[in-house]
């Protein structure tokens, strides 16, 4: 009787390691998932072969990424509810230039993300006086203040600056309803996400296309 007790104990410890091996699974499996999460997230950081400055995998790695416009700061040409295109591998070996309708992380809160158009580009000297927009001691006809009511007058007149390396002064084309480099100052290059270069989704389809403005 004792042998025969001690062979159904020893028949039963498999049993019991076997049916502790699907908790033992599932850890190590979550295990596995957070390692690998953590690894995609240090690649994420370190793979940025285009130099943006978003972290979304499509921006960082298909050179591509789509964006939702949430205001009519850039109106008449994109507006609210447009769906923009932007290129983030445009600027890998070339510049920002005049007229380039960017996307970059704004700069008193990089959280947010803005839209708005280059006017002035490193050693450009900009001043706003009488409400107009001066660049390199001449006036900048797109960049012309809206003499709208709505024109903040503690903008009327601001001394002259120049712009500083990897930096830029960018306005939203509506002049009167825009945040721009007139309230909070230049864009650093490292806060440029891309180049906005076609609206792929608008309430008119007329105005699905290249964005107006946009430098070859």
């Known amino acids: 009787m004792e042998t025969a007790g001690s062979v159904e104990m020893d028949s ?3 049993q019991l390691s076997r049916s502790s091996r699907p908790g033992r699974a599932w850890l190590r499996a979550l295990l596995w998932l957070s390692v690998l999460m953590l690894l995609a997230a240090a690649i994420m950081l370190v793979v940025n072969p285009f130099k943006t400055a978003s972290y979304d995998p499509r921006a960082r790695i298909l050179g591509f990424v ?18 923009v295109v932007v290129r983030t591998w445009v600027y890998r070996t070339a510049a920002p230039q005049r007229g380039d309708v960017i996307v970059f992380n704004y700069p008193p809160n990089p959280d947010q993300v803005y839209i708005k158009r280059v006017i002035g580009i490193p050693g450009d000297r900009v001043a706003i006086r009488d409400d107009k927009l001066w660049l390199d001691r001449e006036t900048e006809s797109p960049a012309a203040a809206s003499d709208d009511e709505q024109t903040e007058t503690a903008l009327a007149h601001q001394a002259a600056n120049v712009i ?51 430098s070859p």
């Open 66 to 83: 789509p964006y939702t416009i949430a205001n009519n700061a850039m109106a008449p040409a994109i507006r609210r509810g447009d769906i």
């Open 164 to 214: 500083p390396a990897d930096s830029y002064y960018v306005l939203g084309d509506n002049r009167a309803n825009s945040s721009d480099s007139r309230y909070w100052g230049y864009v650093p290059r490292a806060n440029i996400i891309g180049r906005a270069d076609a609206i792929w989704s608008a309430g008119d389809p007329a105005r699905i296309g290249p964005i107006k403005g946009i």
């Open 12 to 14: 039963a410890s498999p």
